[in-house]
Structures are given as structure tokens and as C-alpha cells.
């Protein structure tokens, strides 16, 4: 395999990723909780699609774990989360040539997007962590106790860093394909 490409099973993971968080986002811009008063049906039925994809998200993410723990396809757990040794090396070069105003080449052995994509994930699996708490606790009528606006407050939180990132995220895929870098068509590249 090319050292630039990602096995099949971690494109399929990203691009399920990709599609459900993708989704999430865009559903949470119009929904309402079924227990507001003005609620709209068309709010009231986004908040239900929230759930479904969320619950979706969830085993995306569980399966995603699973395949970085127990695969080194892609260079396994140690590349998304590069702290120490030679990873760790690579990024600090990777950062030295961005402060040069040079874009790293990406792809699956590259070391800092491989760190950028570890972050993504941390952040995803609060999401949908909190997100499966508030299904699991969120009350279909009466007002939330305590805990559940907690649970609610954390996962807004965590929501917006997953806007930041997915913002951020699409825009440096466009940068490196400006770049003429292949790593947007080799993540997505299902016919070989």
C-alpha cells in the first residue's frame, strides 16, 4: 500500500465520521426539544434525527476506537496520539515547515494531521458520549433535572469545539488540495 493512503477500514470509519457529524451539525441548527412549547413540528422532527444519527455517531465512533486499538493499518493508537519518540519528532517538524508557511504533506503517515484527526476523535467521542447520556436521561416531558442540563451544558460545549474543528477540518483539505496534494481524493477513494 502506498505509505500516503489509509487502509479501507480507517477510510470507511472517516468518511462514516465525516457523514454523521456532518449531519448532527446541520440538524442542530433547526432543532428543539419535543418538550418546548413552540417547538415546530419540523424543529420537533430534527431534534428526533438528532437523535437517530447521534445514536449512529456512537457505534461509528466505538468502532473507530476499536480499529485504532487493535489495528497498526494506519499506525494504530500511536499515531493519532503521537506524544513521544519519533512522532513526536515528525510533528515538530511538520510545525517548523508551517511556520515557514509551508503546508505538510498529509496522508496516513503523516504526523501532524495524524495528531490533528486524534484531537477530532477525543472531541467526537465527547459528543457522542454526552449525546448518548442525554438520551439515555433526557425526560420526553416535564423539565430536565440538574444533571441532564449538565449533561446538555457539556455536550454544547464540546458541540462547538466540534464546529471549530469541523470548520477548520474542511478548510485545510481544501488547502492541501489547493496544494495539489492527493490526501482528500486518497481518503475518499474507494475504487482501487
Do not use: C
Not at 479501507?8 to 433547526?30: D, E, F
Not at 476506537?65 to 511538520?94: N, V
Amino acid at each position: 500500500m502506498n505509505q500516503s493512503t489509509w487502509s479501507y477500514q480507517t477510510r470507511l470509519l472517516h468518511m462514516g465520521m465525516a457523514l454523521t457529524v456532518s449531519l448532527q451539525l446541520a440538524v442542530s441548527l433547526i432543532m428543539e426539544a419535543p418538550n418546548e412549547e413552540n417547538a415546530s413540528q419540523l424543529a420537533q422532527t430534527a431534534f428526533e434525527a438528532h437523535e437517530l444519527i447521534g445514536m449512529s455517531a456512537l457505534v461509528i465512533v466505538i468502532m473507530h476506537w476499536l480499529w485504532s486499538i487493535g489495528s497498526q493499518a494506519d499506525g494504530g493508537l500511536g499515531r493519532l496520539f503521537p506524544w513521544f519518540g519519533s512522532d513526536f519528532t515528525e510533528i515538530k517538524a511538520d510545525i517548523s515547515q508551517l511556520i515557514k508557511g509551508q503546508l505538510p504533506e498529509g496522508g496516513s503517515h503523516a504526523a501532524l494531521p495524524s495528531l490533528v484527526h486524534g484531537l477530532g476523535l477525543l472531541a467526537v467521542t465527547g459528543m457522542v458520549i454526552t449525546g448518548a447520556i442525554l438520551f439515555a436521561t433526557f425526560p420526553e416531558t416535564g423539565e430536565p433535572s440538574d444533571t441532564v442540563e449538565y449533561f446538555a451544558e457539556i455536550h454544547e460545549i464540546i458541540a462547538s469545539l466540534v464546529w471549530m474543528y469541523w470548520g477548520a477540518h474542511i478548510a485545510l483539505g481544501l488547502m492541501h488540495k489547493m496544494k495539489g496534494h492527493s490526501t482528500v481524493q486518497d481518503m475518499f477513494n474507494f475504487r482501487r
